[in-house]
């Protein structure tokens, strides 16, 4: 999850900073493919995103849609090249609700998450939709007792992080 909030904001950070924007800039800049695909569309107010922006791979398939408000993303949905969805996140004050999922539309993780980084309770399932873990972060790392469970739902063991 990490991994994936990361490249979100390194992909933003990469567009907004690909090119000058001036302090006082208000409007849309959409970005082209040298195929003539359109890669991004981005609202800017005042020189920060702000508004709706959407992300498409080459073929023209919406990859990421999400808002943006003063600069702060707020919403994130990002897509599989098939258009089923891969992850979602929405935000308030940067803290929210963090979703991700297998191609096949089955919840993989859902958790909270704070600033980019892994907070409170999470869980995590195998594609076929059944619990295999779940237990609570604290600023990105693993804290307290964390269940790890078999197949069949039952529990195969408890493991203990300590608050660092």
Known sequence: MKRLIMLIFFSF?????????EENFTGQIVKKYENGQVQSIESFRNGKLDGEFKEFYKDGTL???????NGDLESIKAFYENGSLKFEEILKDRKGKYREYYPNGQLEEEGEAFQGEEAGLWKYYNEEGKLLSEGRYKEGKKIG????????????????????
């Not at 950070?13 to 924007?21: A, D, E, L």
């Not at 007792?145 to 660092?164: F, R």
Request: net charge positive.
């Open 13 to 21: 950070i990469t567009y907004s900073f690909g090119y000058q924007i």
């Open 63 to 69: 990859a990421q849609i999400g808002t943006f408000k």
């Open 145 to 164: 007792k964390w269940k790890l469970y078999n197949l069949d739902g039952s529990l195969l063991k408890i493991e203990n992080y300590k608050e660092k």
